[in-house]
């Protein structure tokens, strides 16, 4: 820890937010957007630097959610934002799915590089995680010939119609879209702290990976008729879930015994936010189809699904999009993965171990904390009314993100009642601090 630290500029709050700018903003927005979108606090942003976030106040946030775990780079990181202005100086757009840039090639080649395993992959670039997971649940019935997906409770896929049949995190998410994709069944996650099969047991024997074996596949789905298992390998909106140790290997193991591929949903959870540059390396698995998006391109938008070139076969014009791999967008990835890999993911595990042991000091002192879970800085706090009962508190999370704002401190929940910490991952010792700080402050103010 150096001087340096002592004397930053943020948080700091200058007006109570929101403030009159930011009121104004929320209320011409709340008049002409539409009545969807969930919206968690009134955040009216100005501009960003590094973890820090300013509002049109003047405000200044330290950010612990990075716009949902998007903003891998921080804010304004030089590299990416020289990387966007000369893309943007040389062609907005031409479509990669028709002609060629090299942008386009270079991302490909470096993604088909980066994934996990050695069989050779080919990447298909996409506008957002949902529409990474829509060409991958169709990629998955093409090249298989098989009609049923398998997803887990809790999980999050995005919201289109395939996206959003494979997603089982919050039912209002689903209330009114019925009918949805036909042949797509939902098991139990690998959720340890809240496991319907292992209770009462010491041990973790992954029953709940068994179970689809010896109970989905004999009664209801022949293991024959599915294409996939996806899989977000840490839970993301679902609650910051870390399954137990030998859980993706276990999926892997019983997709290879039944032909079905296991496609990684790395959307939230890849790109280093781990402390890894994907989150399945932690148990050595390679998946056969990888998807990313989220961190991927430091905020521009973009996906990628990654696969196996075995199982990315399709015929030409089978799957393609308009704006999907995006000049400008692929400028932004490449040097995202650059700074990633080169600067940040030694760090990450270093300041995700001062996060989560700082959140474990806080459940020591606080019996609202459940459960602490997490790699790097991905880490999720639980809360719960009892710790014997371990009946969910999600008053606790919403009203500890509400204090941490007026504080300075940008929070967002997850699951039934978590919190979600992911920072960008430019992050460092007076960050970390800083953040643990306002949160022990909310949730003392809170016992009172
Ligand atoms: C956010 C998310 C998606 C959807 O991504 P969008 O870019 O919002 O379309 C899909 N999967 C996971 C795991 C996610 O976290």
Not at 29 to 41: G, H, L, M, V
Not at 276 to 299: H, N, Q, T, V
Not at 417 to 438: F, G, K, M, N, Q
């Amino acid at each position: 820890m150096t001087t340096a630290t002592a004397s930053r500029d943020y948080p700091r709050i200058v007006v109570p937010p929101p403030g009159p700018k930011a009121r104004a903003i929320v209320e011409r927005q709340d008049r002409f957007a539409s009545t969807s979108y969930p919206k968690e606090y009134a955040l009216a942003v100005a501009r960003g630097q590094g973890p820090m976030v300013e509002d049109v106040d003047g405000n200044r946030f330290l950010d612990f959610m990075a716009g949902i775990a998007v903003a891998s780079t921080g804010y304004g990181h030089p590299k990416v934002v020289k990387a966007v202005q000369d893309a943007a100086a040389r062609f907005l757009h031409i479509c990669g799915s028709d002609f060629y840039y090299e942008s386009f090639a270079a991302l490909c080649e470096r993604l088909a590089q980066l994934a996990p395993g050695t069989s050779k992959k080919r990447v298909f670039l996409a506008n957002s995680g949902t529409e990474a997971v829509e060409g991958a649940i169709k990629l998955a019935r093409h090249s298989t010939g098989r009609p049923a997906i398998i997803g887990f409770l809790g999980a999050f896929h995005g919201r289109s119609y395939g996206g959003l049949s494979l997603t089982a995190s919050k039912a209002v998410q689903r209330l009114g879209f019925a009918p949805f994709l036909p042949e797509i069944h939902h098991v139990p996650y690998g959720y340890r702290y809240r496991c319907e099969y292992c209770r009462g047991e010491q041990a973790c024997n992954r029953r709940c990976v068994s179970w689809i074996e010896q109970e989905l596949f004999t009664k209801k789905v022949p293991p024959e008729s599915v294409a996939a298992i996806f899989v977000e390998p840490i839970q993301g909106e679902g609650g910051y879930v870390v399954p137990p140790a030998g859980y993706l290997r276990d999926l892997r193991e019983l997709c290879d015994r039944y032909g079905i591929l296991l496609v990684a949903d790395e959307v939230q959870c890849g790109v280093g936010r781990t402390g890894k540059m994907w989150a399945c390396e932690y148990e050595g698995i390679e998946p056969d189809i990888l998807l990313s998006a989220k961190g991927l391109g430091s905020g521009m938008p973009i996906g990628a699904i990654i696969a196996k070139e075995s199982i990315m076969k399709w015929k030409p014009g089978a799957h393609g999009t308009t704006f999907g791999g995006n000049p400008v967008c692929c400028a932004a990835a490449l040097a995202t993965l650059d700074i990633v890999e080169k600067e940040l993911l030694p760090k990450v595990s270093k300041m995700g171990e001062r996060l989560i042991s700082g959140a474990r000091k806080l459940q020591d002192k606080y019996a609202v904390i459940g459960d602490v879970r997490g790699r790097g800085l991905m880490v999720g706090v639980e809360f719960v009314k009892d710790r014997e009962t371990r009946e969910p508190a999600p008053d606790v999370p919403r009203e500890l993100v509400d204090r941490a704002f007026k504080k300075g401190l940008l929070l967002l929940g997850c699951g039934k009642s978590s919190l979600r910490l992911a920072p960008p991952l430019v992050v460092d010792e007076y960050d970390v601090d800083t953040a643990l700080r306002i949160i022990d402050e909310c949730l003392h103010e809170m016992s009172d």
